[in-house]
């Protein structure tokens, strides 16, 4: 489950952010490794959120620091 | 001491061709680059016809620029990218490094995209980027960053005379010292069933759709309106001392400027051309030159009954008895109307007539209007003569703006 939803966000980080879809790993910081800024992660999380049918409020994704952490929130909530 | 000004580099994509050498070839050779256009929505519009970019923009961009661009900011990257390639990407301090880029109208496609988002998704699926691509300096800010300029960022909106603006605020910035480097020019991509039933609704544009490469048609009796084009012109302008020192090649010389307004009528022209001949003057005055050191003019020439009328009262206004010794054209036959992009693509024209000493000819010119006393070149390029000569390039906008530069052989 946790891998089909880190494929399907690095397929949208790259759609986005031009960032390859083999840098994108659990670990990774959306900020300080794979260069995110803040409109692109506005757009990342529309597609997320369009995506598994989830909703992400503004106060959630300042905590989504990692991939790994955008993983675990949407297969909590979707 | 006002600084020399120079041109360096030259870019464009047009609906003729994808970089300059390609459109330059086609103008050259009389090609028209307006096609129906290829979209359902043309049916209840009574213009179908337009000049879409010959080369799509989003398909020369990155992925992430184009998702992130609005069409017109596209189109003035790829301009931008052929012009500083070619003038070598100048090593400038950055703090010395301008860019002027102007439109006319904006990222209204991508408004109109977000507005049917608006609609359809609601507002939570508005693009984060839907403002930088929708703000009228937007275009120039996108050429800003690709460049790195730090003396000022700017776009000039003047309508249809806003590159040719963008293109005397630049120089301006290296006369008066704020830089040693300037990209500048215009853009306009907004080929969208809101603008061509704008204009429309003006009775500006031709109908002559089913005969669309013989539609734009300046000076020749059978026209019957501007037909829209889209696309983008950029030019860099160094001074002329900073191009020696780096051992740049010199494509031509930016002569001068003269800008004023008609305080006529928000979108007719002056009957008389008062305000496009005082335009004219003052450019040539502002060069140093006199009157009849001008040998071709890359006319305004939209194709419309009026101001084509008007702009051939104001050249003859202006140059009086010299107007018979200068060999006019009409690139718009070919290109279409790019709005704000016109006055770049045409100063880039012009630049590139003076280096070559050849006029491109006036497409469909076939039956001249007698009210137009002017020499227009048709059927063929036109020679210049050699040694050092000058230019004009008129652009005229909606608001009554009128905007003349004058370039100068290298």
């Known amino acids: 489950m946790s891998q089909e939803i880190l494929d399907g966000l690095a397929v949208i980080v790259n759609e986005v952010a031009g960032v390859p879809v083999e840098d994108v790993q659990s670990d990774k910081s959306f900020v300080d490794d794979l260069d995110i800024d803040s409109l692109s992660m506005v757009e990342v999380v529309m597609a997320a959120e369009d995506k598994w049918g989830v909703k992400i409020p503004d106060s959630e994704v300042k905590n989504l620091k990692t991939v790994g952490d955008a993983v675990a929130y949407i297969a909590a909530n979707q | 001491m006002s600084r020399e000004v120079v041109i360096t580099g030259l870019g464009m994509t047009t609906p003729v061709g994808g970089d300059v050498a390609s459109t330059w070839q086609a103008v050259l050779a009389g090609t028209s680059g307006i096609r129906r256009i290829d979209a359902p929505w043309v049916a209840d519009q009574p213009a179908k016809i337009a000049g879409i970019m010959a080369v799509d923009p989003g398909e020369v961009v990155e992925r992430v620029e184009a998702r992130r661009l609005d069409r017109g900011q596209q189109a003035?990257?790829?301009?931008?990218?052929?012009?500083?390639?070619?003038?070598?990407?100048?090593?400038?301090?950055?703090?010395?490094?301008?860019?002027?880029?102007?439109?006319?109208?904006?990222?209204?496609?991508?408004?109109?995209?977000?507005?049917?988002?608006?609609?359809?998704?609601?507002?939570?699926?508005?693009?984060?980027?839907?403002?930088?691509?929708?703000?009228?300096?937007?275009?120039?800010?996108?050429?800003?960053?690709?460049?790195?300029?730090?003396?000022?960022?700017?776009?000039?909106?003047?309508?249809?005379?806003?590159?040719?603006?963008?293109?005397?605020?630049?120089?301006?910035?290296?006369?008066?010292?704020?830089?040693?480097?300037?990209?500048?020019?215009?853009?306009?991509?907004?080929?969208?069933?809101?603008?061509?039933?704008?204009?429309?609704?003006?009775?500006?544009?031709?109908?002559?759709?089913?005969?669309?490469?013989?539609?734009?048609?300046?000076?020749?009796?059978?026209?019957?309106?501007?037909?829209?084009?889209?696309?983008?012109?950029?030019?860099?302008?160094?001074?002329?001392?900073?191009?020696?020192?780096?051992?740049?090649?010199?494509?031509?010389?930016?002569?001068?400027?003269?800008?004023?307004?008609?305080?006529?009528?928000?979108?007719?022209?002056?009957?008389?051309?008062?305000?496009a001949a005082r335009a004219i003057g003052f450019a040539i005055e502002d060069a140093g030159l006199s009157i009849d050191d001008i040998v071709h003019i890359n006319a305004h020439a939209t194709s419309t009954p009026q101001g084509d009328i008007a702009e051939s009262v104001a050249i003859r206004g202006a140059l009086g008895s010299h107007t018979d010794n200068v060999v006019v054209t009409g690139t718009k036959s070919m290109t279409g109307h790019l709005l704000g992009g016109a006055g770049a693509i045409e100063s880039i024209f012009t630049v590139l007539a003076l280096r070559d000493r050849l006029v491109p000819p006036t497409a469909n010119l076939v039956d001249k209007d007698p009210e137009i006393t002017l020499d227009v070149a048709a059927g063929a390029p036109r020679t210049l003569p050699a040694g050092d000569i000058a230019a004009l390039n008129n652009s005229f906008g909606f608001g009554g703006h009128d905007v003349a530069l004058v370039f100068r052989s290298a």
Do not use: K
């Open chain 2, 76 to 275: 003035a990257l790829v301009a931008t990218r052929e012009a500083w390639a070619q003038a070598g990407a100048p090593e400038v301090d950055p703090t010395r490094l301008g860019a002027v880029i102007s439109t006319g109208m904006g990222g209204l496609l991508s408004l109109m995209d977000a507005y049917d988002t608006l609609l359809d998704r609601g507002p939570s699926r508005i693009s984060p980027h839907m403002v930088t691509q929708i703000m009228p300096n937007g275009p120039a800010a996108v050429v800003g960053l690709e460049v790195g300029a730090r003396a000022g960022v700017h776009g000039q909106v003047s309508a249809c005379a806003s590159g040719a603006e963008a293109v005397s605020y630049a120089a301006r910035m290296i006369q008066g010292g704020r830089a040693d480097v300037v990209v500048c020019g215009g853009t306009e991509a907004v080929i969208h069933p809101i603008t061509m039933a704008g204009f429309a609704a003006m009775r500006a544009l031709s109908t002559r759709n089913d005969d669309p490469t013989a539609a734009s048609r300046p000076y020749d009796l059978g026209r019957d309106g501007f037909v829209m084009g889209e696309g983008a012109g950029v030019l860099v302008l160094e001074s002329a001392e900073f191009a020696a020192a780096r051992g740049a090649t010199i494509l031509g010389i930016y002569g001068g400027a003269g800008l004023t307004s008609d305080g006529h009528h928000i979108a007719q022209p002056d009957p008389e051309g008062l305000g």
